[in-house]
């Protein structure tokens, strides 16, 4: 289908049945135009032919130009009039290019009450696991139990002497006992290693 200034892009018929199709409801209000001749980027008058063709339909239609892509981006009001563009324009030749029109898939997030950006985690204790630095949509902060700590087995190692072996188990015919060491506390902080100097070697007599 060839197009010019002059020739009539939208007919009623054609809307009319758009308008009453009311599974268009859903349909995105804005097309992206590929194959865009480079005349329509450089040329006004040819931009405005351009521009002139889609607002046949809705006269507050807007444009977004992208020259290194080729690509236009038109937005309509309402999903009716994007979907009477797309019928009519679609492999339409436009300044000596045949143009394909699509929807344009919607920017907005589903859930309005959403602004759109990942909301940081719920302020939970967490013990062991941090967030990522940069989480991906959809983590979940995993729910961890507080570390068990057994306060009787420290309150018995605390009373085991230092320096000296202590049996928890004792030994059989077959398997040996367990023994626990405990370390001797470290001396005062100030008491430094002597370092006993190396003798230099002597000179052989010439």
């Known amino acids: ?6 020739s009539p892009v939208y007919d009623s018929s054609t809307f009319d049945n758009v308008e009453d199709d009311a599974m268009l409801i859903d349909l995105p209000t804005s097309l992206i135009i590929t194959n865009v001749g480079s005349r329509i980027f450089n040329d006004e008058n040819e931009k405005k032919r351009f521009e002139g063709l889609f607002r046949y339909c809705e006269d507050e239609a807007t444009f977004q130009y992208f020259k290194s892509f080729r690509r236009v981006r038109v937005n309509f009001v ?17 300044a000596d290019e045949r143009i394909n029109c699509y929807f344009a898939q919607p920017t907005a997030p589903k859930d309005e009450a959403d602004d759109g950006h990942l909301q940081p985690p719920a302020r939970e204790k967490q013990f062991l696991i941090s967030p990522p630095a940069s989480p991906p949509v959809g983590w979940e902060p995993v729910e961890e139990a507080e570390p068990c700590i057994n ?31 405990i370390c001797e506390a ?21």
């Open 151 to 181: 306060y009787d087995l420290l309150a018995a190692v605390a009373n085991l002497a230092p320096g000296e072996a202590h049996e928890l188990h004792p030994a059989t015919e077959d398997k040996p006992g367990i023994f626990v060491h």
């Open 186 to 206: 470290p001396g005062p902080k100030d008491e430094k290693p002597a370092i006993v100097q190396t003798r230099c070697p002597d000179r052989p007599v010439s």
């Open 78 to 94: 309402s999903s009716e009039a994007a979907a009477a563009a797309r019928i009519q324009l679609h492999q339409a030749t436009v």
């Open 1 to 6: 289908m060839d197009l010019d200034e002059n």
